[in-house]
Nanobody, 117 residues
Framework: QVQLVESGGGLVQAGGSLRLSCAAS????????MGWYRQAPGKQRDLVAD???????NYANSVKGRFTISRDNAKNTVYLQMTSLKPEDPAVYHC???????????WGQGTQVTVSS
């Protein structure tokens, strides 16, 4: 079992920055694919960025060049650095872990990001 706890959300002005963190429990972090997803009210949950255990990252087109995903395996933590935040970025941001060795697929409870114009 893996538990994920997100933090770092909040209110920021358009053009500002936030860094989200997701701390994972257990000993499978280094071999897990990690991702950030977001869900706005009335919309589906969409991929923002993900990173595999080798450090290769993938981004949604809407955030390329503005957001950066990274991971620290020593701290069992994945980060999402968000810059140049736009009015279309507000959502609940969720962390996801996929443990290939066990087939486990885990989600965090989410952290709210709000952008004021």
């Amino acid at each position: 079992q893996v538990q994920l706890v997100e933090s770092g959300g909040g209110l920021v002005q358009a053009g500002g920055s936030l860094r989200l963190s997701c701390a994972a429990s257990g000993n499978r972090f280094s071999t897990s694919a990690m991702g950030w997803y977001r869900q706005a009210p009335g919309k589906q949950r969409d991929l923002v960025a993900d990173i595999n255990n080798g450090g290769s990252a993938n981004y949604a087109n809407s955030v390329k060049g503005r957001f950066t995903i990274s991971r620290d395996n020593a701290k069992n933590t994945v980060y999402l650095q968000m810059t140049s935040l736009k009015p279309e970025d507000p959502a609940v941001y969720h962390c996801r872990a996929r443990v290939w060795a066990t087939g486990g697929d885990y989600w965090g409870q989410g952290t709210q990001v709000t952008v004021s114009s």
